[in-house]
């Protein structure tokens, strides 16, 4: 059964940049479409970004857009969310997700875009909280 463990949050300014990592146990990662969600304070979770299993295709919601670029790393069973210029908004515990991509909606297709968040997770992290402020 995929683990997944996310690290790489805390406190940071505003204007900075953080680097969340997903790290994955149990099953190779290279099978799964993998994303990243967040849910800030007295929000409902929300999609941020995805990756499909090859890699090629990636989906940013309009606040990432720009600032924050997802990746994966399949050698070491692990992937990343970069984030730049972050924000007090940005302020959210932060979730990591997988899914075996069964169709193409579930493969972070540019052919559905963000329908990908709502098309159900096999696997995910319990979340990294991240927290900007000055």
């Known amino acids: 059964q995929l683990q997944l463990v996310e690290s790489g949050g805390g406190r940071v300014q505003p204007g900075r940049s953080l680097r969340l990592s997903c790290e994955a146990s149990?099953?190779?990662?290279?099978?799964?479409?993998l994303g990243w969600f967040r849910q800030g304070p007295g929000r409902e979770r929300e999609g941020v970004s995805c990756i499909s299993r090859s890699g090629n295709d990636t989906h940013y919601v309009f606040f990432a857009e720009g600032r924050f670029t997802i990746s994966r790393d399949d050698a070491k069973n692990i992937f990343y969310l970069h984030m730049n210029n972050l924000n007090p908004e940005d302020t959210a515990v932060y979730y990591c997700?997988?899914?075996?991509?069964?169709?193409?909606?579930?493969?972070?297709?540019?052919?559905?875009?963000?329908?990908?968040?709502?098309?159900?997770?096999?696997?995910w992290g319990k979340g990294t909280l991240i927290h900007v402020s000055s």
């Open positions: 149990g099953v190779a990662l290279n099978h799964y479409a």
């Open positions: 997700a997988a899914v075996l991509p069964v169709s193409t909606l579930k493969n972070c297709s540019p052919l559905y875009g963000a329908r990908w968040y709502a098309s159900g997770m096999d696997s």
